[in-house]
């Protein structure tokens, strides 16, 4: 496989359910990407990895829990969600470093939708 | 404060014709970086073109060009020969410097593109 791998690519989920989105990356990046994209609002970043460590939360609220258990992985853990939370949720990696011009290669995305 | 303005919320073209999508953006940055990507309605983005600030020559790749005007502020994407295929959503982002050792993009709110047979 290449590129970044989303699963699942849709998500049906009760309020009261816990369930995970994954990503994968086999680009050899160094850098991993939550984005919320809902209809007719800007692309929220969510949640920012470098090197395995966060380096940026944008106030997220708890029901949303991301991990990163090394550079090629990154979950997202769901629970108790609101059905606001419905959304397109992308995953993105890049590598940072000041040489690379830094772009992001996208998923197709876990298509989320809270009942 | 936007810091990237996509000021159209929809455009309308014809097959092989050439197209603009606007862009202007804000920032004091002296080096910051220029991206546009592409969404089609499976939902993945896709990198198109890059600008660097420090960038004399406007961007080119294949059909796509970067109409880089620094003194305006503005990165339009110029589409030649617009194709069926072309019809998505395109979004206009934007790197600046480096926070926790991590470039962290800024998106606008993209300009829905529907290429007319």
């Known amino acids: 496989e290449t590129g970044v791998t989303q699963t699942p690519r849709h998500l049906v989920m009760g309020m009261t359910n816990k369930k995970s989105l994954k990503c994968e990356q086999h680009?050899?990046?160094?850098?991993m990407y939550w984005y919320k994209q809902s209809a007719k609002k800007p692309l929220e970043l969510m949640f920012v990895?470098?090197?395995?460590?966060?380096?940026e939360n944008n106030s997220v609220p708890s029901r949303f829990s991301p991990e990163c258990p090394n550079s090629s992985h990154l979950f997202l853990h769901l629970h108790t969600l609101q059905p606001e939370d419905s959304a397109l949720y992308l995953c993105?990696?890049?590598?940072?470093?000041?040489?690379?011009?830094?772009?992001?290669?996208f998923g197709e995305g876990s298509r989320l939708t809270v009942l | 404060a936007q810091k990237i303005t996509q000021t159209q919320p929809g455009m309308f073209v014809q097959e092989k014709e050439a197209v603009t999508l606007d862009c202007t953006y804000d920032?004091?940055?002296?080096?910051?970086?220029l991206f546009w990507y592409k969404q089609p309605s499976s939902g993945e983005m896709i990198f198109l073109i890059y600008?660097?600030?420090?960038?004399?020559q406007n961007a080119t790749e294949g059909r796509y060009s970067l109409n880089f005007q620094k003194a305006r502020k503005s990165a339009n994407l110029v589409i030649s020969a617009s194709q069926l295929g072309d019809s998505a959503m395109y979004f206009c982002?934007?790197?600046?410097?480096?926070?926790?050792?991590?470039?962290?993009?800024?998106f606008g709110r993209g300009t829905s593109l529907i290429v007319h047979p």
């Open positions: 920032t004091s940055d002296q080096s910051y970086g």
């Open positions: 680009l050899g990046h160094n850098a």
């Open positions: 982002a934007m790197r600046e410097g480096v926070t926790g050792g991590s470039y962290i993009p800024t």
């Open positions: 600008q660097g600030s420090y960038d004399e």
């Open positions: 990895y470098s090197l395995e460590e966060r380096v």
């Open positions: 993105a990696s890049s590598h940072d470093s000041a040489s690379n011009t830094g772009e992001l290669f």
